[in-house]
């Protein structure tokens, strides 16, 4: 392996003789330690409810749709959705207690399976850590309660975002995923709208590997 | 891949009189240089995240050693392995192993312009191992045996006909009643036949748009979804990137982010933006169970300390390829190799070399246009006059254009013999030009002219208006 002929050269090109040391080696690992800001644009920066209003207005613009509603009223509203997009009513869904919690008896027609898939359930529900207003953007994090399957080879997704959860920036999101977090999962998914494709002649195409449907069910008494 | 950046000048002609490349490199205009300018215009501080995107590239490049030993660090304890590779041979070596180690038959693959820099789909099927490209346009041209034409928009130089046809070909054995006409319904077979693919595959690969040394994540960027099936379904997962990817923390990759999306293809934020970090976790239901980054140098050390380094800061978003002239009256693939527009004409020298490579810092009509969009203010025009500088005194250039500049050099060097040349021949061609005000031959300027005409001079010689005082 070329790792020291590789570090050498770097070093070389830089015209170091040896790695970094003394007080610019602390500086580079205070600036990993401590992360910092950069410049975060002002349209994030707005009070809740303008953050839902810019969510839902930027999340419509690629294609997701939105509705706000009460925790107790998930299991209806997500039957109410696959019924009018002519959809069985049946999902794979996230073992997540947070989502067991919520009264699934008030829509007993909805036959769900926990747990991840392998491609073979139409429509996949999960719960986003949070969502970035800024653009449009949930955030999932994979874990025992969130497999990634769900976000992308269901043809529907459907995702559960508790409003206290919906940032205005992405630099929130981070500090939040650090404060609550004691390692990085294996993986943060952002995603921006249903799969899309615009590789044969630049028109843009739905469900080009994943979901081609995706709906935010904004939840306000849910933390 | 094999170069033909050799047979700039010819590729380039062909590339012209192609009636099916000219259409498709006139769609480019709607989709990618109006919605840039749209997404610019929708966002205020748009012009200053370039600034500090560009000094957050300058920082980590400045400590490029340091920031690699953290990522290097942090993947480590989240239970991945980096692969450290000096060149493409050692690269593909590298992949083939670990391949071989998983037992794997096919692998997928998200999009990596790396892999293509390298050659490593074809060295993988001579070693009996089946690459498979999910990303559509990939596909495409996957099957075309071709290689891609703009590096985010592969097969932008195919229309919807020349893909049904190859669709008809490798899915339906060339049975033409199944021939599909609509893009949605190209759209639906290619899901439905790489679906079966992914859930197949036994490795996935994909590229890199950055590395975080905060965390240790890799982070890709798409819109179909096709990197995150190819990085979730096998059970390994092998990140390639070279060098340059890496930034210091995730507030650095936001900002780097924030400009990507927009310049590439006027989009607010990809559809998906993943981070990934080592392989699943206990308790995780899926992911990879083993996680590789194969961190290639490839010449990379070489431009860090020359006068080439800010093309290290690309995040190849494909602005440059989108905004520029030459691009868009020959496409990507006269260009030769990997890496087409202005980006590729600074790059290919570098990997290449400048004797395979000489033509193509002369591609570019220096219109400016390149470093006026490059999100991470790279100053193209000024990287290919360095190149064009080593052509000139390694002596690549031809010897009419050596003869021309040396002729020009020397008369520059004598003030008053220059401006009395310069007036004779601005009298002489604008009497040749004369109603129409252009010329459609030049003295030893026929190649130049075979495509163009030449605008006639008008009036008196710079020097002589500014003499007469006419200056403001």
Redesign the interface.
């Known amino acids: 392996?070329?790792?020291a002929?590789?570090?050498a050269?770097?070093?070389?090109?830089?015209g170091?003789d040896g790695?970094?040391e003394g007080e610019?080696?602390a500086a580079?690992?205070r600036?990993?330690a401590q992360?910092?800001?950069?410049?975060v644009?002002?349209?994030g920066r707005v009070p809740l409810e303008d953050r839902v209003a810019l969510f839902a207005r930027?999340a419509g613009?690629?294609g997701a749709t939105t509705e706000r509603l009460a925790a107790t009223d998930v299991p209806m509203a997500i039957a109410r959705y696959l019924a009018q997009q002519n959809l069985p009513a049946a999902a794979a869904i996230a073992?997540d207690p947070a989502l067991d919690a919520l009264p699934w008896s008030t829509a007993p027609m909805l036959a769900l399976k926990r747990?991840?898939t392998?491609?073979d359930n139409l429509v996949g529900v999960s719960r986003a850590f949070a969502a970035v207003a800024e653009?449009?953007?949930l955030v999932m994090l994979?874990?025992?309660d969130s497999?990634?399957?769900l976000?992308?080879?269901s043809e529907t997704h459907v995702v559960v975002l508790p409003v206290a959860r919906l940032a205005g920036t992405?630099?929130e999101v981070?500090a939040r995923l650090r404060a609550e977090r004691d390692?990085?999962?294996?993986?943060?998914?952002?995603?921006?709208?249903?799969?899309?494709?615009?590789?044969?002649?630049?028109?843009i195409?739905r469900?080009?590997?994943?979901?081609r449907w995706l709906h935010i069910l904004l939840v306000d008494d849910e933390g | 891949m094999k170069s033909t950046a050799h047979d700039f000048p010819a590729n380039a002609a062909a590339a012209i009189a192609d009636p099916a490349l000219q259409k498709a490199l006139g769609r480019l205009k709607g989709h990618f240089i109006d919605k840039r300018a749209a997404a610019r215009a929708k966002l205020p501080e748009f012009d200053a995240l370039r600034d500090q995107a560009k000094a957050i590239k300058d920082h980590t490049l400045a400590h490029l050693d340091a920031y690699l030993e953290r990522f290097e660090a942090r993947v480590v304890a989240a239970g991945g392995q980096v692969h450290w590779c000096a060149d493409g041979a050692e690269a593909r070596a590298t992949v083939l192993e670990i391949c071989r180690r998983a037992g794997a038959r096919t692998v997928t693959k998200g999009k990596t312009m790396i892999a293509e820099e390298i050659g490593l789909n074809p060295f993988l099927e001579a070693n009996g191992i089946e690459p498979v490209e999910t990303d559509l346009g990939e596909y495409i041209i996957q099957l075309a045996k071709e290689p891609p034409s703009h590096i985010i928009a592969p097969a932008v130089h195919k229309n919807k006909e020349q893909i049904s046809d190859l669709f008809v070909d490798h899915h339906h054995g060339g049975d033409r009643s199944r021939r599909l006409q609509g893009i949605p319904e190209l759209v639906t077979e290619a899901r439905e036949v790489l679906r079966r693919r992914f859930l197949a595959a036994d490795v996935g690969i994909t590229g890199a748009n950055l590395l975080i040394a905060e965390t240790g994540q890799t982070v890709i960027v798409t819109n179909e979804g096709n990197g995150d099936l190819t990085q979730t379904l096998p059970g390994v997962h092998v990140v390639l990137a070279s060098l340059e990817k890496v930034v210091p923390t995730l507030e650095d990759a936001t900002t780097i982010l924030r400009v990507l999306a927009r310049s590439a293809t006027g989009q607010e934020f990809s559809t998906y933006t993943t981070f990934s970090a080592g392989p699943r976790r206990a308790g995780d239901h899926d992911g990879p169970a083993a996680f590789h980054v194969v961190l290639l140098d490839n010449g990379r050390t070489t431009l860090l300390g020359n006068e080439m380094r800010d093309i290290l800061r690309c995040i190849r978003c494909g602005a440059c390829l989108n905004h520029c002239p030459v691009y868009g009256t020959i496409g990507g693939h006269a260009y030769g190799w990997v890496y087409p527009g202005p980006m590729g004409s600074v790059l290919s020298p570098a990997l290449i070399g400048l004797d395979e490579a000489h033509h193509l810092p002369n591609a570019s009509t220096f219109c400016g246009r390149c470093e006026e969009v490059c999100p991470m203010r790279i100053p193209l025009p000024r990287l290919l006059r360095h190149w064009r500088e080593r052509e000139f005194a390694a002596a690549k250039a031809p010897a009419a254009a050596r003869w021309g500049l040396g002729a020009w050099a020397f008369l520059a060097a004598r003030p008053r013999a220059y401006r009395l040349v310069a007036r004779l021949v601005a009298r002489t061609l604008a009497l040749l030009g004369g109603r129409r005000g252009r010329l459609a031959a030049l003295p030893f300027g026929a190649g130049w002219t075979a495509t163009r005409d030449m605008p006639a001079p008008e009036g008196a010689t710079f020097h002589a208006q500014w003499a007469a005082g006419r200056r403001r």
């Open positions: 392996m070329s790792r002929a590789i570090l050269g770097v070093r070389q090109a830089l170091r790695p970094l610019a080696l580079l690992d600036r990993l992360p910092r800001p950069n410049l644009p002002t349209r930027l613009e690629v073992p747990g991840p392998q491609g653009t449009g953007t994979s874990g025992p497999p990634t399957t976000n992308f080879l992405y630099e981070w390692a990085i999962p294996r993986t943060v998914n952002l995603i921006t709208g249903p799969s899309r494709t615009a590789d044969i002649e630049q028109t195409q469900g080009a590997h994943g979901p």
